[in-house]
Every structure is written in structure tokens, then in C-alpha cells.
């Protein structure tokens, strides 16, 4: 078991494995545990260790969910308001400038969109715009575009 802050109740892994965060709800009352991040390693076997800091504050907004990017680069806290990260060397988290977004009202849930993702297999090549070209791109998939027809 390792310690999380106060009321954990959400969890993301980063895209390579190595780091996970934990949303902590808190409580927000006075001398007890105030809504946070906690950040832990991943070891051999699974196991989780605490980063340094083992966890971030946040104040108020009791962040109720969490989100880590595609490109592994940025967290996200879903809360009121949504509090966001860059991801530095080793996983480590620092807020980003602004630190917080506004929302309306009190998120519950936090998602990133993927974006413009390049296919890496034939069977995704020909779904969505993609096709395969052998020897123009060495067995790798390019967008496809459809243009008018030449005269």
C-alpha cells in the first residue's frame, strides 16, 4: 500500500508506463488533507513509489478526476476549476502557466483527444482517409487526399 492524499478518487496512467496520478478530492476542511495530485513511479513488478514532491496541493476544487496526455507531456485535474500540468523529466509534475483553466461549475470527468494519430499497422491504413504504399514510403501508411479530377 502506498499513501495517497485525502479522498482519492481518480487515476491515469502515463503512456509509457512509468508514471502514475492520482486526483484526491479532499475534504477541504481545516487541518485536514486538501485536494491534490499525488505522483508515484512504477517500478519492477508494478510497484508504485512516491515522486518528489509525493503530492501537489491544489487549494480549493476538489479535482474529482484525472487525465494525462497522448504525448505523455501535459495532466490534467478535472475540478472547479480544471488544473493543469506539464509532465517534466521523470515524470515529475509542475503547473502550467495559467495553472488553472475555468469551467462552469465543477467538472467530473477530464478526457484528452488523441489528435491527428498516423496509422502503424496495414489494417488501420484503410480506415479513415489512410492508405499504404509500399515502396513510395518503405511499408508506411500517408494520408491519402482526394483532389479534383486533372484536365
Known amino acids: 500500500?502506498?499513501?495517497?492524499?485525502?479522498?482519492?478518487i481518480g487515476v491515469a496512467v502515463s503512456p509509457d508506463g512509468r508514471s502514475?496520478?492520482?486526483?484526491?478530492?479532499?475534504?477541504?476542511?481545516?487541518?485536514?488533507?486538501?485536494?491534490g495530485v499525488s505522483?508515484?513511479?512504477?517500478?519492477a513488478g508494478g510497484k508504485l513509489s512516491p515522486k518528489n514532491p509525493a503530492t501537489l496541493a491544489v487549494g480549493l476544487g476538489h479535482p474529482r478526476a484525472v487525465a494525462v496526455s497522448p504525448n505523455g507531456e501535459s495532466v490534467y485535474?478535472?475540478?472547479t476549476p480544471v488544473h493543469q500540468y506539464d509532465v517534466g523529466a521523470g515524470g515529475e509534475l509542475s503547473p502550467k502557466d495559467p495553472a488553472t483553466v475555468a469551467d462552469c461549475g465543477g467538472a467530473f470527468g477530464v478526457a484528452v483527444s488523441p489528435g491527428a494519430r498516423v496509422p502503424t499497422r496495414e489494417?488501420?491504413?484503410?480506415?479513415?482517409?489512410?492508405k499504404?504504399?509500399?515502396?513510395?514510403?518503405?511499408?508506411?501508411?500517408i494520408r491519402f487526399v482526394k483532389r479534383g479530377s486533372r484536365k
Not at 20 to 35: Q, R
Not at 132 to 141: D, H, I, L, N
Request: aromatic content about 10%; charged content about 20%; proline content about 6%.
Open 1 to 8: 500500500m502506498v499513501a495517497a492524499g485525502d479522498v482519492p
Open 20 to 35: 502514475v496520478y492520482v486526483a484526491n478530492e479532499g475534504t477541504g476542511e481545516p487541518g485536514e488533507d486538501i485536494p
Open 39 to 43: 505522483q508515484y513511479d512504477v517500478g
Open 77 to 79: 485535474l478535472a475540478g
Open 123 to 130: 489494417g488501420q491504413c484503410k480506415h479513415g482517409g489512410w
Open 132 to 141: 499504404q504504399f509500399g515502396f513510395k514510403s518503405q511499408g508506411r501508411c
